[in-house]
């Protein structure tokens, strides 16, 4: 979406999505994590992807919404659809791939307007409420803005992390020293570690941009209207911004990484909840499970072309069992 209508959209959402508004999101995020390392820590093996990398976010985001446990699964199916739809194992069955897009959109559509619909006359403590609450006139998501709008958190949100933990734990496996590094000084190498997990992973593959006037950029002349797309990952591999840039070091600083976006903006309005949810996902793996190590080859996403999002399908993980937190309260 461009300016105007991404400009409107954005300044509306964004008040939603200040660091004091999502301080409550926040905070559930370390209680959320660890239910869901709960449910698979006496396992001893498991898909990481499936264990933790794919539900821990979708929690967050579900959470954030508003939407109740019990549609998890649909938002989990739709989603996996509308980002892998060139992967026919994330199609359910069917074989028609615009049929599915379709049909993932419009159960997606179906679950936020029902769950406007009703925040409208209950508002509740989640950023449904606050959106369809929000102050008067043209400075409101119209009813019809707030499905797409979901759809967009829900994508965006969600496979970007999903993505990042499963590669930042294949990382650590290659990078035996790093993982040490890292697991022995949890708080003070985090808020490296997660940048440089994102930089390395680069969830996004790339987006698309408009030149909006003619001009030359690194010996190359563009014209206005030409499209043109930004590889992220290969931004993050610049040698001329990162010293040694195959390497992954847990400690990189500084870290001028365009994981999220360059500045400007469409930067990513997720970044400081990305960040949150990946610090704590680490944190506590690498405390609660603290042999937790790769076990096999990560299964990656089948594509039609270049994928948006560089998914991982499957991570098989294994680690000594322990029992759930819940239980030993
Ligand atoms: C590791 C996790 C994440 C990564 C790597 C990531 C990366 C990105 C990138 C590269 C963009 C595009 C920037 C551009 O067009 O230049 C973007 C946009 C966006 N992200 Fe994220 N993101 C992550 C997590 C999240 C989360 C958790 C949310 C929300 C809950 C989120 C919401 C968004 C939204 C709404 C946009 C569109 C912004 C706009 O166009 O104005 N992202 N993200």
Not at 18 to 47: A, F, H, K, N
Request: with cysteine.
């Amino acid at each position: 979406m461009d300016d105007p209508r991404h400009a409107r959209q954005r300044g509306i959402v964004g008040r939603s999505f200040t660091p004091r508004r999502l301080q409550g999101v926040l905070d559930s995020v370390e209680t959320i994590c660890s239910e869901v390392i709960d449910g698979m820590c006496e396992q001893g093996e498991v898909d990481l992807v499936e264990a933790i990398s794919q539900p821990f976010p979708l929690l967050v985001i579900c959470d954030m919404m508003g939407i109740p446990r019990s549609e998890f699964q649909t938002v989990l199916d739709a989603t996996n659809v509308i980002l892998g739809a060139g992967d026919p194992d994330m199609l359910g069955g069917e074989e028609d791939i615009v049929a599915a897009l379709f049909g993932a959109g419009i159960a997606l559509t179906e679950l936020m307007n029902e769950i406007a619909e009703d925040r409208r006359v209950n508002p509740q403590d989640d950023l449904t409420s606050a959106l369809v609450h929000n102050t008067v006139g043209d400075e409101m998501l119209a009813p019809h803005e707030i499905a797409p709008f979901f759809i967009l958190l829900a994508v965006a949100g969600n496979d970007t992390t999903r993505t990042a933990t499963s590669i930042g734990m294949h990382l650590l496996g290659q990078n035996p020293d790093q993982r040490k590094i890292w697991q022995d000084d949890l708080e003070g190498v985090t808020p490296t570690a997660v940048d440089e997990i994102v930089r390395v992973a680069s969830p996004v593959t790339f987006m698309r941009r408009t030149v909006t006037r003619d001009l030359e950029l690194s010996g190359e002349q563009l014209s206005e209207g030409d499209k043109m797309i930004l590889f992220y990952g290969a931004a993050n591999r610049d040698p001329r911004v990162f010293a040694d840039p195959e390497r992954f070091d847990v400690r990189r600083d500084p870290n001028p990484h365009v994981g999220f976006g360059g500045p400007g903006p469409h930067f990513c309005l997720g970044a400081h909840l990305a960040r949150r949810e990946l610090s704590v996902i680490f944190r506590q793996l690498l405390t609660r499970l603290p042999d937790i190590e790769v076990a096999g080859d990560p299964v990656h996403l089948q594509a039609i072309g270049v994928p948006l999002v560089g998914g991982v399908k499957h991570l098989p993980v294994r680690f000594t069992p322990t029992k759930p937190l819940a239980a030993t309260r």
